[in-house]
Nanobody
Framework: QVQFVESGGGLVQAGGSLRLSCVAS????????MRWYRQAPGKDRELVAS????????SYLDSVKGRFTISRDNAKNTVYLQMTSLKPEDTAVYYC???????????WGQGTQVTVSS
């Protein structure tokens, strides 16, 4: 049974930092790229960051480039999202997922709420 458990969210002032974690079970994260998404109230879910399986290549949404860093620890089966210089527009529920899981199961974890106050 696949499970993604996201944590690390919270309330932070603009300019602050948070580190999100996503612990996977029932799925080996080293077998696929891993991605962080977010969904703000009234908006569609959007892809924020991705890390591949080849040389851990990363890609980011333009609005978070230079502020967010995605990383993975395959030994811990965990993906991280380090967020710095947070802005109110970063407020959303953040989720992690893998393309294989989305394609075959359409599964999402419960996410973790990030709220940035101005």
């Amino acid at each position: 049974q696949v499970q993604f458990v996201e944590s690390g969210g919270g309330l932070v002032q603009a300019g602050g930092s948070l580190r999100l974690s996503c612990v996977a079970s029932g799925f080996d994260i080293s077998s696929d790229s891993m991605r962080w998404y977010r969904q703000a109230p009234g908006k569609d879910r959007e892809l924020v960051a991705s890390i591949g399986t080849v040389e851990d290549r990363t890609s980011y949404l333009d609005s978070v480039k230079g502020r967010f860093t995605i990383s993975r620890d395959n030994a811990k089966n965990t993906v991280y999202l380090q967020m710095t210089s947070l802005k109110p527009e970063d407020t959303a529920v953040y989720y992690c997922n893998a393309p294989t899981i989305r394609r075959t199961m359409n599964y999402w974890g419960q996410g973790t709420q990030v709220t940035v106050s101005s």
